[in-house]
């Protein structure tokens, strides 16, 4: 047998829920990625799935076998509630993150794979059968602490886990300008500075991102941002690739990274 490849890991933005039945330059770039992975990696063993939309008092992982999925949006046309991705649990991998983040996570099975989750994975991994944990966004960790925890789940890469995060680099519903197909000048500097920091691997100004002045427009709240300071602790020293680096709606980044890939 062959020595077991390191499993890469991603981040991507969501967006909207209707993005899981769009097909368009954004959906294509999550395809590519989740080709790419299984080209360069093989399948992965399971998913750990990081979403903005688990957002807890609290650091909690999944131990379901067959997870409920989650249709956590409202007023959306019927055929979004229609979408089915019926992804398998795996209780190693719930072993395994409880094993490496010991007393500070807890098992808690009340939510499932929501929005955040399904709407990213139908085109990524379409056939839904990589088994999927979700772990939630701990809101009442600091912004270095969310870093570390991802650094202690880096070891679930030496192990066939792919360690997926969901979320935005700039998420902010009060400013969505819907009648923008870009993004506003605050969007754009603020997520092309955070791109430029993850390429260089400055993690200082991923974590520190309060700092730049067009923080408070761009991460009005961290839920959708914490997913990627999660991803960049389990990266490790990897270097990254950017994908759908696309800002829509004026306040939306779309923005994706994928560490220890080939281009």
Same mark, same amino acid.
């Given at each position: 047998?062959?020595?077991?490849?390191?499993?890469?890991?991603?981040?991507?933005?969501? @967006?909207?829920?209707?993005?899981?039945?769009?097909?368009?330059?954004?959906?294509?770039?999550?395809?590519?990625?989740g080709?790419?992975?299984?080209?360069?990696?093989?399948?992965?063993?399971?998913?750990?799935?990081?979403?903005?939309?688990?957002?807890?008092?609290?650091?909690?992982?999944?131990?379901?076998q067959?997870?409920?999925?989650?249709?956590?949006?409202?007023?959306?046309?019927?055929?979004?509630?229609?979408?089915?991705?019926?992804?398998?649990?795996?209780?190693?991998?719930?072993?395994?993150?409880?094993?490496?983040?010991?007393?500070?996570?807890?098992?808690?099975?009340?939510?499932?794979i929501?929005?955040?989750a399904?709407?990213?994975?139908?085109?990524?991994?379409?056939?839904?059968?990589?088994?999927?944990?979700?772990?939630?966004?701990? @809101?009442?960790?600091?912004?270095?602490?969310e870093?570390?925890?991802?650094?202690?789940?880096?070891?679930?890469?030496?192990?066939g886990?792919?360690?997926?995060?969901?979320?935005? =680099?700039?998420?902010?519903l009060?400013?969505?300008?819907?009648?923008?197909?870009?993004?506003?000048?605050?969007?754009?500097?603020?997520?092309?500075?955070?791109? &430029?920091?993850?390429?260089?691997? &400055?993690?200082?100004k =991923?974590?520190?991102?309060?700092?730049?002045?067009?923080?408070?427009?761009?991460v009005?709240?961290?839920?959708h941002?914490?997913p990627?300071?999660?991803?960049? @602790?389990?990266?490790?020293?990897?270097q990254?690739?950017?994908?759908?680096?696309?800002?829509?709606?004026?306040s939306m980044?779309?923005?994706?990274?994928?560490? @220890?890939?080939?281009?």
């Amino acid at each position: 047998m062959g020595e077991q490849k390191i499993m890469p890991v991603v981040f991507s933005g969501h @967006g909207s829920p209707m993005i899981a039945l769009e097909h368009n330059e954004i959906t294509e770039g999550m395809d590519r990625i989740g080709r790419a992975v299984e080209k360069q990696f093989g399948r992965p063993k399971a998913i750990l799935m990081v979403s903005a939309h688990w957002y807890t008092h609290g650091t909690f992982v999944q131990s379901a076998q067959e997870p409920r999925q989650v249709y956590d949006m409202y007023g959306f046309p019927k055929e979004l509630y229609q979408v089915k991705y019926p992804a398998k649990g795996d209780r190693e991998l719930t072993r395994q993150v409880e094993g490496l983040l010991g007393s500070v996570v807890a098992v808690n099975d009340d939510w499932g794979i929501d929005h955040g989750a399904w709407t990213v994975l139908v085109h990524m991994f379409p056939k839904a059968d990589i088994p999927v944990v979700q772990l939630s966004v701990d @809101g009442d960790l600091s912004y270095q602490e969310e870093f570390e925890l991802g650094r202690k789940l880096a070891q679930l890469r030496e192990q066939g886990y792919l360690i997926l995060g969901s979320g935005n =680099v700039v998420h902010n519903l009060r400013e969505v300008e819907w009648d923008n197909e870009g993004g506003s000048d605050a969007t754009l500097r603020f997520n092309d500075y955070i791109t &430029e920091a993850v390429l260089q691997g &400055e993690t200082d100004k =991923v974590i520190g991102f309060a700092s730049h002045p067009d923080a408070g427009y761009a991460v009005p709240t961290p839920d959708h941002y914490l997913p990627l300071l999660v991803c960049l @602790g389990a990266a490790g020293t990897d270097q990254s690739q950017v994908f759908n680096k696309v800002c829509n709606l004026g306040s939306m980044a779309m923005t994706g990274y994928a560490w @220890g890939m080939e281009e």
